[in-house]
C-alpha cells in the first residue's frame, strides 16, 4: 500500500523465475553498480573475556546504490508515474528513515525521477518511470588471536664493538 487508495507489489527485478510482465502494479527494486567505500576502516580492538582472545572489529562505510521502477497496468486511475513519485515521498518520510535507522541503514540522497519510454511486445509506446536512491550502512568484519600472555626479553652486553 502506497497511499490512499494506491496498492502495489515491491518485488525485487531480475529474478530468475518471473516469466513476462507483472500483471499488476509493482514497483521493482535493484541494486546498481558496485558498494564505494568511504574513508578508512576503523579498527577498535578488546579482549574477548569468555575466549581470552584479542579480537579486532574492523568496520567500513559503506555507500550503495538501489532503483525503484515503477509498473502500472493502464487504464486505471493511478499511473506508473503516481506510484514513483509516491513511493520517493514515503522514503523520504520519518517514518521509512526511522524504520531504516534501526537497521543501522540511511538514506543519502533521492535522485530525480525519470520517465523513459519504450516500445512493448503490442508494439505500443510504454513509459518506465525510475529514481535512484543511495543508502549508507556500516559492514564489520572481527578477527582475532590468542593473547600474548607473557613475554622475556634477554639483552646482553655486545662484545664485538657494535
Do not use: C
Amino acid at each position: 500500500m502506497l497511499a490512499q487508495g494506491m496498492t502495489v507489489e515491491v518485488r525485487q527485478s531480475y529474478q530468475p523465475t518471473q516469466q513476462g510482465a507483472n500483471s499488476g502494479n509493482a514497483l521493482y527494486f535493484s541494486k546498481i553498480g558496485g558498494d564505494k567505500l568511504h574513508g578508512y576502516p576503523k579498527r577498535e580492538s578488546y579482549i574477548d573475556n569468555g575466549t581470552a582472545h584479542m579480537q579486532d572489529k574492523i568496520t567500513q562505510v559503506i555507500e550503495s546504490m538501489w532503483q525503484i521502477t515503477a509498473w502500472a497496468r493502464q487504464p486505471q486511475e493511478f499511473t506508473a508515474s503516481d506510484f514513483a513519485n509516491t513511493a520517493a515521498m514515503i522514503m523520504q518520510t520519518d517514518y521509512f528513515l526511522d524504520a531504516l535507522r534501526e537497521s543501522g541503514i540511511s538514506i543519502l540522497r533521492i535522485s530525480a525521477i525519470r520517465n523513459i519510454n519504450f516500445k512493448d511486445d503490442r508494439d505500443q509506446t510504454q513509459f518506465s518511470p525510475s529514481f535512484d536512491f543511495t543508502l549508507i550502512s556500516e559492514r564489520s568484519i572481527i578477527l582475532g588471536g590468542k593473547v600474548l600472555q607473557s613475554t622475556e626479553i634477554n639483552l646482553k652486553e655486545a662484545t664485538n664493538g657494535y
